[in-house]
């Protein structure tokens, strides 16, 4: 892009982005202009060719690996001489020492609470201020308007045989949540509740009495004026739900930045929620809305004193990984600076408005970052390297700067005890994450052989060994009570029947969070915690042994097998729709997220990681001969009529089918098949960026 560049400390960097830092982030943070400036030179300059050489050994492990098994392809694999090879390469490190994390100032919605997780691309105000006030949650809504309980509403108004379902799940769940003590919530019918256990009692609000189970709060509101609480029997008129007790708002998967512009808009939008004052204006049902961020709940006690609740999720910041480079500042070389290293910069210097005012998004006085794919404990001592200097920088105390490491590359699995150890007394969160841990796992491997099918993956044992691992090694590192142990997302937005029936398995399986696609979604998984005691079942898998690492170095190859055409068919048609589905609103609309149809018309939420899996599949088995070049670009001709079908409403879609050669992006979804091996650790963002940054450039074109 062509934004116009101006000189600070030796840096060239975008108008645009030097007017944000200085006109809109550092006023009211105490430093100047020119120091931030040579401070971020000098970080830059410090922390660059650190950045490089990380990558590079990226590159020389996988080549080391390529060889490896491209030397024994018609050999039985041999898994111990497989491991001890890797420990020969430093793929693998020694565990370290038995060690507890000592990350202090950590916000109870962290560290001793367990709840849902919402990941939200910070580039759309108005899903971040969903997500943010997603902390509160009606149950009442949550299961009306969805299929988490059999049947749907009637008519346009109010159904009540529709309510009555409802109503009788709600109660059926305070029953259990907060039983009385005798009979039940829906034999209720006025007068003094009686709990079998009183001290579950703790407040009241104007309409509404305030209980907490399993550290979240539940509040039920009475009110014989409403149309629900006028026909129930005890004025009950909703129940609430403490739901979503954190949020990550995403710089990286869910979002298209390609330049200075892209950058700015995500970063403004991060300074609305730290400054507190973020809005949106927004069309619907025909009226002009804004939205803006809840206050916090007041409540009264027992006693007659008040005291307050949060009335928002507690907000990290994911910010971009290694890899990438933005062309918004340019080093003295000319070169574009690192992403990663820029994102950190800025998103601490716009956390500190939130750490100078009272009430904020951290009562404890801590910045949340996420850093998504790290590869190995160098690259998270690395990030604790930077995370040192950029906290020196701007003048905070150490360790003010916490990261969240997210577990989903093959390299941190395999060395996870090292990988916290070298965040030890920053980290308050990891995560296992299948799309992107299965996309690694298929590009490390890539030269082993042709792998299963894609949705084979799943019932691999080297994936429930990659779960368990997690929660075992988490627990052995001692983030109970310190720090999140969470789980991957919910990807069905529309399905949230099957999402009450599996996903309790994510706190039964000990993590004290997990991703859900929706603020309803919240809702309804926050149910969840309250069937589970989270923390009493961490107390109880603390006794386990960790998987093995046999286990979770198991190379899903489809060893002797000979796939039909009708599966090969299958899995490329499944592949290929996926994957122009992301790509056509990724690349043509900067639209990094969104729920998008898959070959079956099921509307799943997808980011870069779901593209990952699929690009690398693909690539694998053209590499391997299970398909040839045409069957691959057959798929992708068939599949993008049928993308083109499924966008037919948007009037902003540009059709690829028929016009393939001059469709950006479907030459970006081929070049991601076609050039799979060769990306950087199957990432997908390089070409992604490319294709995406020469879209933006023919629309000023056309402008222009």
């Not at 202009?33 to 996988?62: C, H, I, S, V």
């Not at 691309?121 to 809504?141: E, V």
């Not at 927004?282 to 809305?289: L, R, T």
């Not at 009570?481 to 029947?497: E, H, L, T």
């Amino acid at each position: 892009m062509t934004d116009r560049m101006i000189e600070k400390a030796g840096l060239q960097v975008a108008q645009i982005l030097a007017d944000f830092i200085e006109q809109r982030a550092l006023p009211g943070t105490g430093i100047a202009p020119d120091a931030f400036w040579e401070g971020a030179a000098a970080l830059f300059a410090r922390f660059t060719p650190d950045n490089a050489a990380l990558l590079a050994k990226r590159d020389a492990l996988q080549a080391q690996i390529d060889v490896w098994h491209g030397e024994r392809a018609d050999q039985p694999h041999d898994a111990q001489a497989y491991q001890a090879f890797l420990r020969d390469i430093g793929y693998l490190v020694p565990e370290p020492a038995p060690f507890t994390i000592g990350s202090e100032h950590v916000d109870d919605e962290v560290a001793r609470l367990a709840g849902p997780q919402l990941v939200v691309p910070i580039l759309n105000a108005r899903f971040l201020l969903n997500a943010a006030n997603a902390r509160w949650g009606s149950l009442y809504d949550a299961l009306y308007g969805t299929d988490a309980i059999p049947g749907a509403a009637a008519g346009k108004g109010y159904d009540a045989a529709r309510g009555a379902q409802v109503i009788g799940w709600a109660k059926a769940f305070l029953d259990d949540a907060i039983p009385l003590a005798s009979g039940r919530w829906a034999d209720l019918s006025g007068g003094d509740i009686v709990l079998r256990d009183p001290a579950q009692f703790i407040g009241t609000s104007a309409k509404g009495k305030l209980f907490r189970h399993n550290g979240l709060h539940i509040e039920i509101v009475f009110d014989g004026a409403h149309p629900i609480g006028a026909t129930d029997p005890a004025g009950i008129s909703d129940v609430i739900l403490e739901s979503a007790l954190t949020a990550i708002c995403d710089l990286e998967d869910s979002v298209a930045a390609v330049d200075a512009a892209d950058k700015v808009a995500a970063y403004a939008n991060w300074l609305g929620l730290m400054q507190g004052d973020l809005t949106d204006t927004f069309e619907k049902g025909g009226a002009m809305m804004t939205r803006a961020l809840n206050p916090d709940r007041t409540y009264t006690a027992p006693d007659g004193g008040s005291f307050t609740l949060p009335g928002r999720s507690l907000l990290f910041v994911r910010n971009v990984g290694h890899l990438m480079t933005n062309p918004a500042i340019r080093l003295p070389n000319g070169d574009e600076a690192s992403e990663g290293i820029l994102d950190g910069i800025v998103t601490s210097l716009i956390a500190m408005h939130d750490l100078k005012r009272e009430g904020g998004n951290s009562r404890a006085g801590s910045v949340y970052i996420v850093k998504p794919k790290m590869h190995g404990p160098q690259e998270a001592g690395f990030t604790n390297r930077l995370f040192d200097g950029i906290e020196d920088m701007l003048g905070l105390a150490r360790h003010t700067i916490k990261v969240g490491v997210m577990d989903e590359e093959r390299r941190t699995s395999a060395n996870l005890a090292a990988c916290i150890e070298a965040v030890r007394n920053r980290i308050v969160f990891i995560n296992t994450g299948f799309l992107d841990r299965t996309g690694d796992e298929m590009h490390t491997s890539m030269q082993a052989g042709p792998m299963i099918r894609k949705g084979e993956m799943k019932a691999s044992d080297w994936i429930t060994a990659y779960e368990d691992r997690n929660v075992q090694i988490g627990l052995a590192c001692g983030l109970s009570g310190r720090a999140q142990i969470g789980k991957g997302m919910w990807a069905a937005p529309d399905r949230m029947a099957d999402m009450l029936e599996q996903k309790v398995g994510h706190p039964n399986s000990g993590a004290n969070t997990a991703w859900v696609p929706s603020p309803t979604a919240a809702t309804l998984h926050a149910t969840h915690y309250h069937r589970i005691d989270v923390f009493a079942r961490q107390a109880e898998r603390k006794a386990e042994g960790i998987a093995s690492l046999d286990r979770l170095l198991t190379i899903p190859v489809a060893v002797g097998r000979n796939f039909s055409e009708e599966e090969i068919a299958q899995e490329l048609d499944n592949n290929a729709q996926g994957i122009l589905g992301y790509v056509v609103r990724w690349v043509d609309q900067g639209v990094g997220c969104s729920k998008v149809p898959d070959i079956h018309d099921i509307g799943l939420m997808e980011d870069r990681a779901t593209l990952r899996i699929s690009s690398q599949h693909m690539a694998n088995w053209l590499l391997h001969g299970v398909c040839t070049a045409d069957q691959v670009d057959a798929a992708l001709t068939r599949m993008a009529a049928k993308v083109d079908a499924q966008n037919a409403g948007d009037p902003l879609y540009q059709p690829m089918s028929g016009r393939e050669a001059e469709s950006l992006a479907f030459q970006a979804a081929r070049a991601l098949v076609f050039e799979g091996v060769a990306q950087p650790s199957g990432y997908t963002e390089p070409l992604l960026h490319a294709f995406r940054a020469k879209k933006k450039a023919e629309a000023a074109l056309e402008v222009a």
